[in-house]
């Protein structure tokens, strides 16, 4: 692909060993997938501010411990993204919108179909989990 990665900022929010996810809607792009918040850094935007502003806006939910998780490169059939992703450790609040977020045992996400691009960002999640334990 020749144009430049859309870049996207993604927020993992971790509560214990369970991470915050939601039913992509239909119809749309992934729609029945299972997502984290995010979506598009905003010209002169930095990746966190992105991941903030972008965990903010969808469920409502605030502070937390944040720490880079990953950053990779995707190739869609119709598109290239950039993926900066961030976990969240523990953010205040009570996570709101439409479609309704869940808290999920992380070791139950293999078995979700989540975006093929998130793949990467399971595997830094796994070994962060992990090495806290």
Not at 5 to 20: C, H, M, N, Q, S
Not at 37 to 58: D, F, S, V, Y
Request: hydrophobic letters at 40%; charged letters at 25%.
């Amino acid at each position: 692909m020749d144009a430049p990665p859309l870049e996207i900022a993604l927020a993992v929010p971790l509560r214990g060993t369970d991470v915050l996810v939601r039913r992509r809607a239909e119809p749309g792009p992934l729609a029945g997938t299972w997502e984290f918040p995010g979506g598009k850094i905003e010209p002169g935007e930095e990746p966190l501010q992105g991941a903030i502003r972008e965990l903010r806006e969808e469920t409502a939910l605030t502070g937390g411990r944040w720490e880079p998780l990953c950053v990779h490169v995707h190739d869609y059939p119709d598109r290239r993204v950039r993926l900066h992703s961030f976990l969240v450790r523990d953010p205040q609040g009570e996570p709101g919108g439409d479609p309704p977020w869940r808290w999920i045992p992380w070791a139950h996400l293999p078995g979700w179909t989540l975006p093929a691009a998130n793949g990467p960002i399971l595997d830094a999640l796994s070994v962060r989990i992990r090495t806290a334990s």
